[in-house]
């Protein structure tokens, strides 16, 4: 083989993996946007027991694949709403969900690519329905995953004599064959992230003839399992105790699956061949087999297992709180109220904690710990968020009081402007990143302590919010007061800092560079200090407190309406388009 050929073989072999991956990015995206909100519902659903876990995670391994899924988890996970023994299942699940997406790729469909991206586009482009549209999205990617494992094995077929030699140690004849395979395939798969593309280079070698047989393709399936674990792994990075476990527990379940089927490799050389007589097939098979087997005999033993994983991943920090959004309160409403403002409060301190650790960002250098923290904690206040409008919108399907039913109003907008704070403070972190980069944007002792100042007061302000959420308190509305006249408080300090900047700018004391972002710092602050003032003027609405003698009352569905009919669109847009309506 010439240089040249070696460049073009490789740039083409390069291509179709990127095509492949590209395809497979577009299908999947394409799937979940189909499948809107009902994927986080999914989820949600997995607490009844552990085999609807297994069924709705291999839904979600077919639509997202395992390694998203495990991701989503994670994120789940770390964000309170779902414990270890609840994740476990759809981990198991993800994992076989995705092989029987594989099943689908391993049919030899490459001569049917251009047609399927060409239908896949035009679904898209002329369909109006935005939910079939999303779901020709995926069509045009599975098409892609087509094309490039076509240009793959295109380019490798020519050069197979070549290659055959060099792959030729990778077998199940020998413990070293066996050992290369799978460490190979791990690390190419964690690399790339993705055990599908993986699986796909397979499957291209076994249609250009460089595999020839299931004894050579054996460990690079396996190897691929563990691969595709790095992607849940590096998200759990910086994530609590229980998000690292789910993520070590889906490594830890497809190391077990991989040495099961090692050691059980002599009926699955037998059995394969029976399911098909093409090699293709029999490594898709081998892919589904090699999940679905093991995973059957671990359900059973799910607690168990997830008591070994804690034992395995321990930490010395307590463990984190988990979401008090259960659904079985949906019965009684009022212990739903009580477990929602409980939610608010676990929310708000997550917050504080976060307000705290941006302290540190603008006073002093920042470390990559702090900063990965704050941004986790910002998608812990985003995902809660859209769990809590989620379960209030269940809990207005019930009979409701008048002050039930306002009350809910107030604990979603107490909720939205929590997730705004969340924002602001990482907005505060995204600023200091910026200007510790700039030298001119440093400023003078005297400077940062009237910063210093304001933050504190910030901070105690907010801090008086977290004991205002508590459902128990028989004053809240007392409690909401004192966090208006904290507000009032920080609202004189914050024009006094303002005009203590602009005067130094002014003198040219600090620079123009160091008074724009310490002026960006007190808007953040001051925004933070409006919402913590929205939440304490719901807290004072007669409706926000919980009637405890109501706890244990069940309510039943709530009564069919009469729907209002439905009005012509055209008489507001006219008044809309008058000037006298103006």
């Known amino acids: 083989m010439s240089g040249s050929e070696l460049f073009f073989l490789i740039a083409q072999v390069l291509g179709g993996l990127a095509l492949f991956i590209f395809g497979m990015s577009v299908m999947t995206d394409g799937l979940r946007a189909a499948a809107g909100s009902r994927l986080r519902d999914i989820l949600t659903k997995t607490t009844a027991n552990r085999w609807a876990g297994l069924g709705l995670g291999s839904l979600l391994g077919l ?65 109006p329905d935005m939910r079939i549209k999303q779901f020709g999205l995926a069509l045009l990617g599975f098409g892609l995953l087509f094309l490039g494992m076509s240009l793959m094995s295109e380019a490798i077929k020519p050069h197979r004599d070549t290659l055959a030699p060099l792959l030729e140690g990778i077998t199940t004849d020998s413990l070293r064959g066996m050992m290369l395979g799978v460490l190979l395939a791990t690390a190419i798969t964690a690399v790339i992230q993705s055990s599908g593309a993986t699986v796909g280079m397979c499957f291209a070698l076994i249609q250009a003839g460089v595999f020839t047989s299931i004894e050579q393709t054996f460990p690079i399936i396996l190897g691929a399992h563990i ?22 527990s889906h490594l830890l379940f497809n190391v077990y699956n991989v040495i099961f089927v090692i050691l059980t490799q002599r009926f699955f050389l037998w059995f ?10 029999q490594t898709a098979n081998l892919h589904t087999f090699a999940m679905l ?11 168990a297992f997830g008591r070994l994983i804690t034992w395995l991943v321990r930490s010395k920090k307590p463990e984190p709180q988990p979401s008090y959004l259960d659904e079985q309160w949906l019965e009684y409403p009022e212990k739903a109220l009580e477990s929602c403002i409980l939610e608010l409060q676990r929310v708000s301190r997550l917050c504080s904690r976060s307000l705290m650790l941006s302290a540190e960002t603008v006073l002093f250098t920042h470390s990559r710990k702090t900063v990965f923290e704050i941004k986790l904690n910002e998608k812990v206040v985003d995902e809660v968020k859209l769990s809590m409008k989620e379960y209030l919108s269940k809990l207005t399907y019930r009979y409701l009081s008048k002050r039930q039913a306002i009350l809910i109003q107030h604990i979603d907008r107490c909720m939205i402007d929590l997730e705004r704070i969340g924002d602001h403070i990482d907005s505060i ?123 244990e009352r069940q309510a039943k569905q709530a009564p069919i309406t009469d729907r209002p009919n439905l009005v012509d669109p055209k008489d507001y847009l006219a008044r809309l388009q008058s000037e006298e309506y103006l």
């Open 272 to 281: 394969l061949p029976l399911t098909s007589a093409d090699v293709l097939r």
């Open 293 to 303: 087997i093991p995973a059957l005999i671990l359900m059973p033993f799910t607690p």
């Open 63 to 127: 639509l997202i694949h395992s390694s998203g899924t495990s991701v989503m988890l994670v994120g789940f996970v770390n964000a309170g709403l779902m414990t270890l023994t609840q994740a476990i299942p759809v981990v198991l699940g993800a994992n076989v969900g995705t092989t029987i997406s594989m099943q689908a790729i391993s049919f030899r469909l490459g001569d049917y690519a251009f047609f399927i991206i060409a239908l896949g586009f035009i679904i898209k482009m002329a369909v």
């Open 429 to 551: 972190c995204d600023l200091s990143l910026r200007r510790q980069r700039i030298p001119d944007a440093i400023v003078d002792s005297e400077s940062l302590d009237a910063l210093f100042a304001l933050y504190a007061k910030a901070l105690r302000t907010f801090r008086a919010v977290i004991v205002s959420l508590n459902p128990e308190a028989a004053d809240i509305q007392e409690l909401a007061e004192r966090i208006l006249r904290l507000r009032d408080e920080y609202v004189q300090l914050s024009v006094t800092t303002k005009a203590t900047f602009t005067d130094k700018v002014a003198q040219r004391l600090i620079t123009p560079i160091a008074g724009f972002y310490f002026s960006e710092y007190i808007a953040e602050l001051d925004r933070i200090v409006k919402h913590s003032k929205s939440i304490a003027l719901a807290e004072r609405q007669p409706q926000f407190w919980i009637k405890r003698k109501k706890l």
């Open 227 to 248: 691969g595709t674990c790095a992607t849940a792994l590096l998200s759990s990075i910086g994530a609590n105790i229980q998000a690292r476990r789910c993520a070590f």
